[in-house]
């Protein structure tokens, strides 16, 4: 079993891993792009609790700067500006380390 996270939920998950003894595996989907988000954000079928927009873009670069990611994990960050087929053999080989 691999257990999967993307960005800010990875204490929970980190805690899931430790209770059943399996791989933890980090990977950060990262966009730089403001108005690619925002479009990939409004076009998306989202819940409730998740934002539709960016407010702010000094904010969101803030969030993005400042979130934490495991220290004792190997990080996996893939630019998703790019085909997802540019980084999908990578994300595959690192979840079957």
Same mark, same amino acid.
């Given at each position: 079993? &691999?257990?999967?996270?993307?960005? %800010? %939920? ?8 430790? $209770?059943?003894?399996?791989?933890? %595996?980090?990977i ?5 792009? @403001? ?8 076009k ?5 609790? #998740?934002? $539709?927009? &960016?407010?702010?873009?000094? *904010?969101?670069k803030?969030?993005?700067?400042? *979130? #934490?990611?495991? *220290?004792?994990? $190997? ?5 998703? %500006?790019?085909?997802?087929? @540019? ?11």
């Amino acid at each position: 079993m &691999i257990v999967l996270a993307c960005m %800010k %939920k990875w204490l929970k998950k980190e805690q899931i891993y430790q $209770k059943y003894n399996v791989k933890y %595996k980090y990977i950060e989907c990262y966009l730089d792009d @403001s108005n690619e988000i925002n479009f990939r954000l409004k076009k998306r079928d989202r819940m409730l609790s #998740k934002i $539709k927009e &960016i407010q702010s873009e000094e *904010s969101f670069k803030y969030t993005i700067k400042n *979130s #934490k990611k495991p *220290s004792e994990h $190997k990080c996996l960050v893939v630019d998703t %500006k790019q085909p997802l087929e @540019s980084y999908i053999r990578e994300v595959m080989n690192y979840i079957h380390e």
